[in-house]
């Protein structure tokens, strides 16, 4: 995936390449130490297999699985592919209920 860095994103971008699941960042944007999106949060409510889930996600979003079977939907919000606009509605024209994690 993309680098996610806000501050490359506001002059164009940043060519650098990042693994979504361990940081939104490029290494190179990591050790300039440019700002991250908050990483944004949702439970999944019922039982739907993590494949069932994960179909229905953009490439900045991915699942998480508990032990005690808990499954959570994790990501970072890009060009419109947000948790609230577009991962939450997308799940739920599959049936999925998901409801945003937030710390309050």
Not at 85 to 102: D, F, K, M, N, Q
Request: proline share 6%.
């Amino acid at each position: 995936m993309h680098c996610l860095c806000e501050t490359s994103a506001k002059r164009g971008g940043c060519d650098g390449e990042a693994d979504i699941r361990l940081s939104p960042l490029c290494l190179e944007c990591e050790e300039r130490g440019c700002k991250a999106p908050p990483l944004r949060i949702a439970q999944i409510h019922g039982r739907p297999s993590v494949a069932t889930v994960q179909d229905y996600l953009p490439s900045n979003y991915y699942v998480r699985q508990r032990l005690d079977g808990t499954i959570f939907v994790e990501g970072y919000d890009d060009h419109g592919w947000t948790l609230d606009g577009y991962v939450i509605p997308r799940l739920g024209s599959g049936l999925i209920a998901a409801r945003e994690v937030t710390g309050a």
